[in-house]
T-cell receptor, first 110, second 116 residues
């Protein structure tokens, strides 16, 4: 079975600080894409960043970056200079079978 | 429209009743997905359409759940004989084509179903 694990149900970060959300997965696929989605209280899922598994270079999108380690099947999200608007549920979705992780609730303290 | 829309935004029904939830995907998106999200959980895959056909319905929990997409655009998720355990937010997403070919999913705002 293919699984997605987000081991941190909740995380907290001080405004302007950096936080890393972890995600591990299991798959027998060799070529796939990985996504991090953000879901604020409005419940609208928004794509944060994507990573292509065949690329060794980690994806970066403004204050968001990933640490992708294919051999370890790890796909963590780093948020730099955290802002109050970053507070949300974050879901890891290594998309080989449309499964999502259980999510990490991020709180940003002013 | 500009994004994925879902109607109604909230639905309250009684146990045993039939409900239909509607999803309007982004124009031109051939792939459409339904998910169910319970409180504090991640989205749980239900069914995926490529065009008019259900390419993968392995996530449907039982035969009370059924979905259609007759013209390859709008989709309706149908739940018969609703149970209290069906209460959740039902999310719809669409993408240009099957997600394994890279394209990200665009999500609707969801329908919150409450079964009393």
């Amino acid at each position: 079975a293919q699984t997605v694990t987000q081991s941190q149900p909740e995380m907290s970060v001080q405004e302007a600080e950096t936080v890393t959300l972890s995600c591990t997965y299991d798959t027998s696929e060799s070529d796939y894409y990985l996504f991090w989605y953000k879901q604020p209280p409005s419940r609208q899922m928004i794509l944060v960043i994507r990573q292509e598994a065949y690329k060794q270079q980690n994806a970066t999108e403004n204050r968001f970056s990933v640490n992708f380690q294919k051999a370890a099947k790890s796909f963590s999200l780093k948020i730099s200079d955290s802002q109050l608007g970053d507070a949300a549920m974050y879901f890891c979705a290594p998309v080989f079978d449309m499964r999502f992780g259980a999510g990490t609730r991020l709180t940003v303290k002013p | 429209g500009a994004g994925v829309s879902q109607t109604p935004s909230n639905k309250v029904t009684e146990k045993g009743k039939y409900v239909e939830l509607r999803c309007d995907p982004i124009s031109g998106h051939t792939a459409l997905y339904w998910y169910r999200q319970s409180l504090g959980q991640g989205p749980e895959f239900l069914i995926y359409f490529q065009g008019t056909g259900a390419a993968d319905d392995s996530g449907l929990p039982n035969d009370r759940f059924f979905a259609v997409r007759p013209e390859g655009s709008v989709s309706t998720l149908k739940i018969q004989r609703t149970e209290r355990g069906d209460s959740a937010v039902y999310l719809c997403a669409s993408s240009l084509r099957r997600i394994a070919n890279v394209n990200e999913q665009f999500f609707g705002p969801g329908t919150r179903l409450t079964v009393l």
